[in-house]
């Protein structure tokens, strides 16, 4: 149980272009939704967190007009990287938290997508 | 105060060896410290966490040790094998608003066979 996935697994984009990433709780509903980015040897940085239906909380230095995010339904959560440049080349994975369950704080992350900018 | 430090940066160990992965935390709020696998290329997963009312936990061959006063815990996999080769990461989070996750660093770890 407590299933993530992301689709797609990688993208290659131009510059300039917009990708949007999905990201699924399979067998869950997940009230709590979160991005994170990873780039090569580095640790896990949180872009935003999401509530369904609710908007997107962004940490400081995310900007939420370039990273779209959208949590519609309990199992669904998109990122969309608008007019994305090489710098947002990275590891892009989501992670979705139920807060039904009886388990507090566990975040089940998905596999992640790897975006690769022209 | 949301950092959370690891360390080490990379870790070799001889298959068979126990390997020891260290964190420490400044905030006393935080109340809930888990360790990630991750592997290249791939998403993390948990391991194994705990909660500050005990002092070890312990699954299968992974134990965490806590160390409320010292703020201090740490990640022991005993009998490291191959496939324990991956980074790990510890984190920490507190029981207000969306319960993020605060990362260390990671550490690389390496079990030679």
């Known amino acids: 149980g407590a299933v993530v996935s992301q689709h797609p697994s990688w993208v290659i984009c131009k510059s300039g272009t917009s990708v949007k990433i999905e990201c699924r709780s399979l067998?869950?509903?997940?009230?709590?939704m979160f991005w994170y980015r990873q780039f090569p040897k580095q640790s896990l940085m949180l872009m935003a967190t999401?509530?369904?239906?609710?908007?997107?909380?962004?940490e400081q230095g995310v900007e939420k007009d370039k990273f779209l995010i959208n949590h519609a339904s309990l199992t669904l959560s998109t990122l969309t990287v608008t007019s994305a440049h090489p710098e947002d080349s990275s590891f892009y994975i989501c992670?979705?938290?139920?807060?039904?369950?009886?388990?507090?704080?566990?975040?089940?992350f998905g596999p992640g997508t790897r975006l690769t900018v022209t | 105060q949301q950092q959370v430090k690891q360390s080490p940066q990379s870790l070799i160990v001889q298959k068979g060896g126990i390997s020891i992965i260290n964190c420490a935390y400044e905030?006393?709020?935080?109340?809930?410290f888990p360790w990630y696998q991750q592997f290249p290329g791939k998403g993390p997963a948990l391991l194994i966490a705990?909660?500050?009312?005990?002092s070890e936990k312990k699954e299968g061959r992974f134990t965490i040790s806590f160390n409320k006063s010292a703020k201090q815990f740490s990640l022991h996999i005993m009998d490291s094998q191959p496939g324990d080769s991956a980074t790990y990461f510890c984190?920490?989070?507190?029981?207000?608003?969306?319960?993020?996750?605060?990362f260390g660093t990671g550490t690389r770890l390496l079990v030679s066979p």
């Open positions: 992670s979705a938290r139920d807060g039904t369950s009886g388990v507090p704080y566990e975040q089940y």
């Open positions: 067998d869950f509903q997940a009230t709590t």
């Open positions: 999401s509530n369904e239906g609710s908007k997107a909380t962004y």
């Open positions: 905030n006393t709020a935080f109340d809930y």
């Open positions: 705990i909660r500050p009312d005990v």
């Open positions: 984190a920490a989070s507190r029981d207000t608003g969306f319960q993020k996750l605060v």
